[in-house]
Nanobody, 126 residues
Framework: VQLQASGGGLVQAGGSLRLSCVAS????????MAWFRQAPGGERELVAA????????TYSDSVKGRFTIFRDNAKNSVYLQIHGLEPEDTAVYFC????????????????????RGQGTLVTVSS
């Protein structure tokens, strides 16, 4: 499965963005999906993940309450709605897929998500 993220940009602190990830090659309904981010000089961080059917979601503590992951399997897409952006959210965001069929929270957080697309840059100014 090939993944392409979009929707990043330069935003002032407190602003909102919606990131989109479109898949091609295979249907994403066969995959758990996740959004990761990597800040300059930082480590990759899983910020949100969603089960195949969309019924289970999980978030990192740093984004909980501000980020929402959701998916539209009919459009072969997954989204990340972001509110209350902070300068610390500045990073390249990319989506990823994993063939995990379950909905266990800890498993969603720790899967490999080996299918990864190119990212989209989010820059938050203070």
């Amino acid at each position: 499965v090939q993944l392409q993220a979009s929707g990043g940009g330069l935003v002032q602190a407190g602003g909102s963005l919606r990131l989109s990830c479109v898949a091609s090659g295979q249907t994403i309904s066969d995959y758990a999906m996740a959004w990761f981010r990597q800040a300059p000089g930082g480590e990759r961080e899983l910020v949100a993940a969603i089960s195949r059917g969309g019924g289970t979601t999980t978030y990192s503590d740093s984004v909980k309450g501000r980020f929402t992951i959701f998916r539209d399997n009919a459009k072969n897409s997954v989204y990340l709605q972001i509110h209350g952006l902070e300068p610390e959210d500045t990073a390249v965001y990319f989506c990823a897929a994993d063939p995990y069929k379950g909905s266990h929270l800890n498993t969603l957080r720790t899967r490999q998500y080996g299918y990864r697309g190119q990212g989209t840059l989010v820059t938050v100014s203070s």
